[in-house]
């Protein structure tokens, strides 16, 4: 059966009725569709939708059986028809054959009116987009006949376009085009195309549009029969490259499907417009022998070879004695590139382009990588340039599929994971056809066996990336096939030592792959690999079992080692910029080895990559996996040569988990038992915070412990970590002087260590130090030397720690009384927190208060609160007793500007209890009181606010404390010694 759906309606066959064509039609265009998607679509107002749906298919399906099946919920039309006839038509660059298949819009005797307004709006929208579709084959079939010198068949085929009913009115741009090409040989509708576009106030004489696409006036250029996406400045850079005499040849190289061969013929046609050189394109996809090239090359000047006469004298008498451009496309197969060389020498003039997918390595060659397309939007467009292409293809073979937003990241997750390359890009976009962007993902993150499907229009060579791929490996040497299956074990890139460490590879090996495009190398040094071709390597690999398992153990004892050093390195305060980026940008390599570890059951490797990744993790917020893979690999940590590992396995746990650990899973008695001093050293920084935060009785030996052992190691760092974790509970108890003298003494053993991480927290916490005592210019000086400190190293959580703080002080200086002066600066830092890490995850960071619910507490109540319940649920998720008591001091302060008394006095109630059972955490205790005094003055009750008032004072000379003016500070009570001696407003 044959579905005519171009201007009246038929299927052949049994006659049916306009709802059921349209049905069949809807099918067709789309692919396929749900049952829940037809019924709310055809009968969308109706009670009996369901029932209305299974009687439709209950005549089709006897009047016209198989026409109609199931695939799982979807339904599928199983008859050819000629709205897929035309689109492929189009797609192949048939456009006369494309043209004789319309015979008028789409439907054009169906008014769906009588079936609601979506599936109205989904056949205007249908009828529209194809007709587009032909209008712009038409008029580039006729820019193509106006390039060759036919102006007669460019006239007809813009004539069609001028007449082709169903489209929408055409914009100034597809005027200017038409018009153009209709004046080549004097067309009537010439007049009329430029009567319309002087109606839109547009003039269409005149010079060509420069703006739209060009006609090709150099014949042998081949000619697109899709639209040209990206790389626009490459063009206009490449056209000025070949123009400079210093330049003679030019190689564009990139893997196969890169788009190679489309932008030389743009590049090369440029040339001749800037130059009026006379181009030559010399296709090569079907020579087999070096000798080939001069043969194809002699044919394309339109010369004959002679016997007896070479082919190298023949080309360069017709080369030698004028300027030109010569395009050698598909290079890569011959290996003829001494014949170039030669070309060059007897041919002074000439200037030669080849695409190829390596290099041809000759002295004069200038080489250009074509990577993939650009997934980030240009500047003033909506969308990337890849992204672009996905959407206009699927647009080719669905024209009436309408992207909405999920589609559209849906799709730009999949340019992603192809990285921008336009054939693979344009062979998952087909998949439109019967799929959504979403499942196209989905399938493509399981493999890459979707881009297997052909496009019958293209080029053999390019009809599926398995094709293109394996034409690439072929074309290895056994030594490089080799090297690059054993460097598949890498993720996200390498180094030329991990390379040789793990695959033998040499720098030669490297730079024969990266010369023939299978890999690539930045300006740092770094390799990578398009994610096809890393497939294609594992693929191999997998097939070798032994290399596999070889190159595993490999990868896994490299950055193991590595990572070992980075970690002793770090701890002892050096070098700490350069290990902190090297874990960021190794990280896909460290989660890999740790995988591969566990799963060969390598427990001493996993273990100590546990260690390494402790930071890391903390920074990525990926506490979950932390807990998991340490709490995985603990049972097999059981003999005696594993005590080591075992101890920094339980150090990660302990770190991630806010629960107290079961004595089996002690960190610090198995690192006191192990005698490791650096292990002691770290488990006591963990249990001493942990001590503290939960009001241990032994927290005041831990510390005592902690600061020994720090001066017995005799590291300067070392020691100032200690003299940190000292200031920080000098402050919290109350003693802001001490804090400061450890501060001091802290920073200035750390002076000379350059900028480190503990250097770094120092500023963070003498920040907070200064802001308690009132000292706010110097309190942001000292957060943004932290900010910056942070941000350098990569450590995330504390830089968005810092920002948040840097909010705090910015309402510290200027409070309530005028919050216009101090909402902007502190807005910033807090969206610039916000933007930098988690806000409720910050709270691994020990000192870390969010100041977003103070920020909100006058202007949005509800929002604030909102903010400040989720403070609170973070800080107690992580174990961060300051931040909670932060958090229901924020809350209290909300209440009391709402004068909701008794609310805001059970809030700081609780903090005064809390903090005093704990014993420290005095500036929160501090806050509260003042907050209490407040509450007990709306009340009118004097005396308790004079009490509450006189231990807050007591508490504010420890600190050095200046209560910041956010707070509102509470006057002194005045009056009798009554309870209830006159009431006080305090908004």
């Given at each position: 059966?044959?579905?005519?759906?171009?201007?009246?309606?038929?299927?052949?066959?049994?006659?049916?009725?306009?709802?059921?064509?349209?049905?069949?039609?809807?099918?067709?265009?789309?692919?396929?569709?749900?049952?829940?998607?037809?019924?709310?679509?055809f009968?969308?107002?109706s009670?009996?939708?369901?029932?209305?749906?299974?009687?439709?298919?209950?005549?089709?399906?006897?009047?016209?059986?198989?026409?109609?099946?199931?695939?799982?919920?979807?339904?599928?039309?199983?008859?050819?028809?000629?709205?897929?006839?035309l689109?492929?038509?189009?797609?192949?660059?048939?456009?006369?054959?494309?043209?004789?298949?319309y015979?008028?819009p789409?439907?054009?005797?169906?008014?769906?009116?009588l079936?609601?307004?979506?599936?109205e709006?989904?056949l205007?929208?249908?009828?529209?987009?194809?007709?587009?579709?032909?209008?712009?084959?038409?008029?580039?079939?006729?820019?193509?006949?106006?390039?060759?010198?036919?102006?007669?068949?460019?006239?007809?085929?813009?004539?069609?376009?001028?007449?082709?009913?169903?489209?929408?009115?055409?914009?100034?741009?597809?005027?200017?085009?038409?018009?153009?090409?209709?004046?080549?040989?004097?067309?009537?509708?010439?007049?009329?195309?430029?009567?319309?576009?002087?109606?839109?106030?547009l003039?269409?004489?005149?010079?060509?549009?420069?703006?739209?696409?060009?006609?090709?006036?150099?014949?042998?250029?081949?000619?697109?029969?899709?639209?040209f996406v990206?790389?626009?400045?490459?063009?206009?850079?490449?056209?000025?490259?070949?123009?400079?005499?210093?330049?003679?040849?030019?190689?564009?190289?990139?893997?196969?499907?890169?788009?190679?061969?489309?932008?030389?013929?743009?590049?090369?046609?440029?040339?001749?417009?800037?130059?009026?050189?006379?181009?030559?394109?010399?296709?090569?996809?079907?020579?087999?022998?070096?000798?080939?090239?001069?043969?194809?090359?002699?044919?394309?000047?339109?010369?004959?070879?002679?016997?007896?006469?070479?082919?190298?004298?023949?080309?360069?008498?017709?080369?030698?004695?004028?300027?030109?451009?010569?395009?050698?496309?598909?290079?890569?197969?011959?290996?003829?590139?001494?014949?170039?060389g030669?070309?060059l020498?007897?041919?002074?003039?000439?200037?030669?382009?080849?695409t190829?997918?390596?290099?041809?390595?000759?002295?004069?060659?200038?080489?250009?990588?074509?990577?993939?397309?650009?997934?980030?939007?240009?500047?003033?467009?909506?969308?990337?340039?890849?992204?672009?292409?996905?959407?206009?293809?699927?647009?080719?073979?669905?024209?009436?599929?309408?992207?909405?937003d999920?589609?559209l990241?849906?799709?730009?997750?999949?340019?992603?994971?192809?990285?921008?390359?336009?054939?693979?890009?344009?062979?998952?976009?087909?998949?439109?056809?019967?799929?959504?962007?979403?499942?196209?993902?989905?399938?493509?993150?399981?493999?890459?066996?979707?881009?297997?499907?052909?496009?019958?229009?293209?080029?053999?060579?390019?009809?599926?990336?398995?094709?293109?791929?394996?034409?690439s490996w072929?074309?290895?040497?056994?030594?490089?096939?080799?090297?690059?299956?054993?460097?598949?074990?890498?993720?996200?890139g390498?180094?030329?030592?991990?390379?040789?460490?793990v695959?033998?590879a040499?720098?030669h090996?490297?730079?024969?792959?990266?010369?023939?495009?299978?890999?690539?190398?930045?300006?740092?040094?770094?390799?990578?690999?398009?994610?096809?071709?890393?497939?294609?390597?594992?693929?191999?690999?997998?097939?070798?079992?032994?290399?596999?398992?070889?190159?595993e153990?490999?990868?896994?004892?490299?950055?193991?080692?590595?990572?070992?050093?980075?970690?002793h390195?770090?701890?002892?305060?050096?070098?700490?910029?350069?290990w902190?980026?090297?874990?960021?940008?190794?990280?896909?390599?460290?989660?890999?080895?740790?995988?591969?570890?566990?799963?060969?059951?390598?427990?001493?490797?996993?273990?100590?990559?546990?260690?390494?990744?402790?930071?890391?993790?903390?920074?990525?917020?990926?506490?979950?996996?932390?807990?998991?893979?340490?709490?995985?690999?603990?049972?097999?940590?059981?003999?005696?040569?594993?005590?080591?590992?075992?101890?920094?396995?339980?150090?990660t746990?302990?770190?991630?988990?806010?629960?107290?650990?079961?004595?089996?899973?002690?960190?610090?008695?198995?690192?006191?038992?192990?005698?490791?001093?650096?292990?002691?050293?770290?488990?006591l920084?963990?249990?001493?915070?942990?001590?503290?935060?939960?009001?241990?009785?032994?927290?005041?030996?831990?510390?005592?412990?902690?600061?020994?052992?720090?001066?017995?190691?005799?590291?300067?760092?070392?020691?100032?970590i200690?003299?940190?974790?000292?200031?920080?509970?000098?402050?919290?108890?109350?003693?802001?002087r001490a804090?400061?003298?450890?501060l001091?003494?802290?920073?200035?053993?750390?002076?000379?260590?350059?900028?480190?991480?503990?250097?770094?927290?120092?500023?963070?916490?003498?920040?907070?130090?200064?802001?308690?005592q009132?000292?706010?210019?110097?309190?942001?000086?000292?957060?943004?030397s932290a900010t910056?400190?942070?941000?350098?190293?990569?450590?995330?959580?504390?830089?968005?720690?810092?920002?948040?703080?840097?909010?705090?002080?910015?309402?510290?200086?200027?409070?309530?009384?005028?919050?216009?002066?101090?909402?902007?600066?502190?807005?910033?830092?807090?969206?610039?927190?916000?933007?930098?890490?988690?806000p409720?995850?910050?709270?691994?960071?020990?000192?870390?208060?969010?100041?977003?619910?103070?920020?909100?507490?006058?202007?949005?109540?509800?929002?604030?609160?909102?903010?400040?319940?989720?403070?609170?649920q973070?800080?107690?998720?992580?174990?961060?007793?300051?931040?909670?008591?932060?958090?229901?001091?924020?809350?209290?302060?909300?209440?009391?500007?709402?004068?909701?008394?008794?609310?805001?006095g059970?809030?700081?109630?609780?903090?005064?209890?809390?903090?005093?059972?704990?014993?420290?955490?005095?500036?929160?205790r501090?806050?509260?009181?003042?907050?209490?005094?407040?509450?007990?003055l709306?009340?009118?009750d004097?005396?308790s606010?004079?009490?509450?008032?006189?231990?807050?004072?007591?508490?504010?000379?420890?600190?050095?404390?200046?209560l910041?003016?956010?707070s509102?500070?509470?006057?002194?009570?005045?009056?009798?010694?009554?309870?209830?001696?006159?009431?006080?407003?305090?908004?």
């Amino acid at each position: 059966m044959y579905l005519k759906t171009f201007g009246a309606a038929h299927l052949t066959g049994p006659r049916l009725p306009p709802q059921h064509l349209l049905f069949l039609a809807y099918l067709v265009a789309e692919g396929s569709a749900s049952r829940t998607r037809l019924r709310a679509l055809f009968w969308p107002h109706s009670t009996s939708a369901a029932a209305s749906l299974r009687v439709l298919l209950s005549t089709l399906r006897r009047t016209a059986p198989g026409l109609v099946t199931e695939r799982g919920d979807r339904l599928i039309v199983q008859c050819s028809s000629d709205l897929a006839l035309l689109l492929e038509h189009i797609q192949a660059g048939r456009t006369s054959q494309a043209t004789a298949l319309y015979d008028g819009p789409f439907l054009a005797d169906v008014s769906p009116s009588l079936f609601g307004a979506e599936l109205e709006e989904w056949l205007i929208d249908t009828r529209e987009a194809i007709a587009e579709q032909l209008w712009e084959s038409l008029v580039h079939a006729a820019e193509h006949c106006a390039g060759q010198g036919r102006p007669a068949d460019a006239t007809r085929h813009a004539e069609a376009a001028w007449h082709l009913p169903g489209l929408p009115p055409r914009d100034g741009h597809d005027l200017q085009r038409l018009h153009r090409l209709l004046m080549l040989s004097g067309s009537p509708h010439a007049s009329r195309v430029a009567r319309e576009a002087r109606e839109l106030g547009l003039t269409v004489t005149g010079p060509p549009d420069q703006h739209g696409p060009t006609p090709v006036t150099v014949p042998s250029l081949p000619v697109d029969v899709t639209p040209f996406v990206g790389h626009q400045d490459r063009v206009a850079d490449l056209a000025r490259t070949l123009t400079d005499p210093a330049v003679r040849l030019l190689t564009l190289v990139g893997v196969g499907g890169a788009g190679k061969s489309r932008l030389a013929a743009r590049v090369a046609h440029a040339v001749h417009q800037d130059t009026n050189w006379p181009v030559w394109w010399v296709p090569l996809e079907e020579a087999r022998h070096p000798d080939d090239l001069l043969a194809q090359t002699a044919l394309t000047l339109g010369a004959t070879l002679l016997p007896g006469r070479p082919a190298l004298d023949l080309v360069t008498t017709l080369l030698r004695d004028a300027p030109a451009l010569i395009v050698f496309d598909q290079f890569e197969h011959l290996d003829a590139a001494r014949i170039v060389g030669q070309l060059l020498e007897r041919c002074p003039h000439l200037t030669v382009l080849v695409t190829s997918r390596h290099r041809l390595t000759l002295r004069a060659e200038t080489a250009a990588e074509l990577a993939g397309l650009d997934l980030n939007p240009p500047p003033g467009q909506p969308i990337s340039d890849a992204l672009s292409l996905f959407v206009s293809q699927a647009k080719r073979v669905r024209p009436a599929y309408r992207f909405t937003d999920a589609d559209l990241d849906d799709s730009q997750a999949v340019c992603a994971l192809l990285d921008g390359l336009p054939l693979a890009i344009e062979l998952a976009a087909s998949w439109t056809r019967v799929l959504p962007p979403r499942e196209i993902l989905a399938a493509l993150q399981r493999d890459f066996g979707l881009l297997d499907t052909p496009l019958p229009d293209l080029p053999p060579r390019h009809r599926s990336m398995r094709v293109v791929l394996e034409q690439s490996w072929q074309r290895l040497t056994g030594r490089e096939q080799q090297v690059l299956a054993a460097l598949a074990v890498f993720h996200s890139g390498f180094t030329v030592p991990a390379a040789a460490a793990v695959a033998d590879a040499t720098l030669h090996d490297l730079q024969g792959l990266v010369d023939k495009s299978m890999l690539r190398v930045d300006v740092t040094g770094r390799f990578t690999r398009h994610p096809l071709i890393a497939q294609l390597a594992w693929q191999r690999l997998d097939g070798q079992l032994p290399l596999r398992d070889l190159v595993e153990a490999r990868h896994a004892a490299y950055f193991q080692q590595r990572s070992d050093e980075g970690f002793h390195e770090m701890l002892s305060g050096h070098r700490q910029v350069e290990w902190r980026n090297w874990f960021h940008v190794e990280y896909p390599n460290l989660r890999a080895a740790l995988s591969s570890a566990v799963r060969r059951d390598d427990v001493l490797t996993a273990a100590y990559l546990v260690r390494n990744l402790h930071r890391e993790w903390t920074n990525r917020d990926l506490t979950p996996v932390a807990l998991s893979t340490a709490h995985a690999i603990l049972p097999a940590l059981d003999g005696p040569a594993h005590v080591d590992a075992r101890v920094w396995v339980l150090i990660t746990a302990e770190a991630f988990s806010p629960a107290r650990p079961d004595p089996d899973m002690d960190a610090l008695r198995a690192a006191r038992a192990a005698g490791s001093e650096h292990a002691v050293l770290c488990a006591l920084y963990i249990r001493e915070f942990r001590a503290y935060q939960q009001g241990d009785p032994a927290h005041p030996d831990l510390m005592t412990e902690l600061c020994r052992a720090a001066e017995r190691t005799g590291r300067p760092g070392t020691l100032a970590i200690a003299l940190r974790r000292r200031a920080s509970v000098a402050l919290s108890q109350g003693d802001g002087r001490a804090a400061r003298l450890d501060l001091h003494e802290a920073l200035h053993l750390v002076g000379r260590l350059g900028t480190t991480f503990i250097q770094a927290d120092l500023r963070l916490l003498l920040g907070q130090v200064q802001a308690l005592q009132g000292e706010y210019a110097a309190a942001e000086q000292s957060l943004r030397s932290a900010t910056q400190m942070f941000s350098i190293l990569g450590f995330r959580p504390d830089a968005s720690t810092c920002m948040s703080l840097l909010a705090l002080v910015h309402l510290f200086r200027h409070g309530p009384p005028r919050p216009a002066d101090a909402a902007p600066g502190a807005q910033a830092w807090c969206d610039q927190a916000d933007e930098t890490f988690n806000p409720q995850a910050r709270y691994t960071v020990r000192d870390n208060m969010n100041a977003r619910g103070f920020l909100l507490t006058g202007p949005d109540p509800d929002a604030a609160r909102e903010w400040f319940g989720r403070d609170l649920q973070g800080a107690q998720t992580f174990g961060n007793r300051q931040g909670e008591l932060l958090a229901r001091v924020g809350l209290g302060y909300l209440a009391l500007r709402q004068r909701h008394w008794a609310e805001a006095g059970d809030h700081f109630t609780d903090v005064v209890q809390t903090s005093s059972v704990l014993g420290g955490h005095v500036p929160a205790r501090w806050l509260a009181l003042h907050g209490l005094t407040r509450v007990h003055l709306g009340l009118g009750d004097r005396r308790s606010a004079r009490s509450v008032r006189e231990a807050a004072q007591q508490l504010e000379a420890g600190l050095g404390g200046v209560l910041p003016k956010w707070s509102g500070a509470a006057p002194a009570p005045r009056g009798g010694q009554g309870d209830n001696g006159g009431t006080h407003s305090s908004g």
